[in-house]
Nanobody, 122 residues
């Protein structure tokens, strides 16, 4: 499985940004998908996850109501729509795939993308 993220960059507080992750090398529908982030000198933390069918989503409390995760099984993509961004959202964002079951812990995810930088600053 290969995962490739796109869409990072630098924005001002309050702006929106959309991250996209494409999975290749296996059947996308076999995987729950997640987004994690890691800020400098901090541990990797859970952001959002979505089930294989897309009918179950989980969010970290810090992003609930601002971020939305979605997937398109026809295009092998998972999207993280981030609204009302804050400086505290600055981090490298990683897409990850978990066989079968939605999860919030990184240990359940087998494959990871290379990460994209998101910087929120005035």
């Amino acid at each position: 499985v290969q995962l490739v993220e796109s869409g990072g960059g630098s924005v001002q507080p309050g702006a929106s940004m959309r991250l996209v992750c494409v999975l290749s090398g296996d059947t996308f529908e076999n995987y729950a998908m997640g987004w994690f982030r890691q800020a400098p000198e901090k541990e990797r933390e859970f952001v959002a996850a979505i089930s294989r069918s897309g009918d179950d989503m989980r969010y970290a409390n810090s992003v609930k109501g601002r971020f939305t995760i979605s997937r398109d099984n026809a295009k092998n993509t998972v999207v993280l729509q981030m609204n009302r961004l804050k400086p505290g959202d600055t981090a490298v964002y990683f897409c990850a795939s978990a066989p079968y079951t939605i999860a919030t812990l990184p240990g359940f995810y087998d494959d990871w993308g290379q990460g994209v930088q998101v910087t929120v600053s005035s």
